[in-house]
């Protein structure tokens, strides 16, 4: 019996890089990639699909974008399972019972809104853990698995859950999963298989049994293995379930951190963006460092323009960039500017190269007037 795990589809997320069309296409692509997750589990032969919590962004989402999720539903050839997270948290104000959601009719569509054992085939049963709140306060998995009945003989189950495994918790919080408790509810039998939501890279526990599918679609320049489902085979009695992850996203997001101190270092930045794929649904976050000439500055400046246009978003990382502008005195000369002008030119110089507090604000100002000295050049 096979079956597909995904969480994390985050429908209506917004992210302040993108401008409203650039925006518009990457909520459109996570519809698109539901879609192209429900073409996998019909190609796997999958029994149905399981979403492991955070399927909307928010509780309060425009009418208009659950709708559109619905759509594409809609084209998911298979019975879908949709867990409840810290996101879309199962509270009086849950976007499942509101009239976008239940109004569509998609008798294949199901929130597991329980944890009382649910028949999803012949031999499998889910056992879910719903949230119904943004921020739980305790380990609602332990909760769950104290009181839980061994299943029938024969009976395969998975157990799905959204938040992070304690050991995967940086800040140690009171509601990370124990992961532990979890592997001895797997030894002791009440449990086949665990599909967790929350991470939003793909994950393995080290004993191939608890699984992050991780998020459809990119989320944050963080996610290291976003984009992907699993195909999941629950295997027969006595042999152990397996997990193929397919790929399914497309976009991404790309942290760049380099050093340029030279018109070959701008020369190779180019040449390495430019040979990035699909530019359109790419996102990158620049970390520049570095010490430039004004005129190698001038090239850079004109690079990180094309990709601003070229790309879904580039922006500069600002806390870790730090290009200085350091003119020598022929480029000031070859400007052409002369009087107080150059005498400005040349404090700032100096304040620059002082690399004092004012030095990045010197920097910059060097920058412009080189922009304005030379736009004749330019045009």
Known sequence: MKFLQTSDWQWGMTRHWL????????TQARNDAVVRAGRVAQEHDCAFMVVA??????????????????????????????LPGNHDALNVAAVYDSPAFTGVGLE??????????????????LVAVPLTTNQPDHDVVAAVLDDLEPPAPGVRRVLVAHGQLLELDPGRRVSALDGD??????????VDWVALGDRHSRWADPSGRIHYSGAVEVTDFRDEVPGDVLVVDLGEEGRAPAAEPVHV?????LGVTEEVNSAEDVARLREQWEAIEDKSSVLIRHALTGTLSLTDDAALQELLEWAGDTFAAAF????HTDVVVVPDDAELSDIGIGGYVAQAAADLKEQT????????????ALRLLYRYATAGERA
Do not use: C
């Not at 009382?116 to 031999?123: C, R, Y």
């Not at 190269?353 to 910059?364: N, Q």
């Open 108 to 125: 294949h569509v199901h929130v597991l809104r329980s944890s009382e054992p649910v028949e999803v085939a012949p031999g499998v049963e």
């Open 181 to 190: 408790r979890i592997r001895q509810a797997l030894d002791e039998g009440l």
């Open 53 to 82: 919590g955070d399927v909307f962004d928010s509780n309060h989402l425009r009418p208009q974008t659950v709708r559109r999720a619905m759509e594409a539903l809609r084209q998911v050839p298979v019975p879908v399972y949709l």
């Open 316 to 319: 500069a990382w600002e806390r």
């Open 353 to 364: 190269e002082s690399g004092g507090e004012g030095a990045a604000a010197a920097s910059d």
């Open 19 to 26: 401008d409203a069309d650039d925006q518009a296409r990457f």
């Open 249 to 253: 996203g497309t976009w991404r997001m």
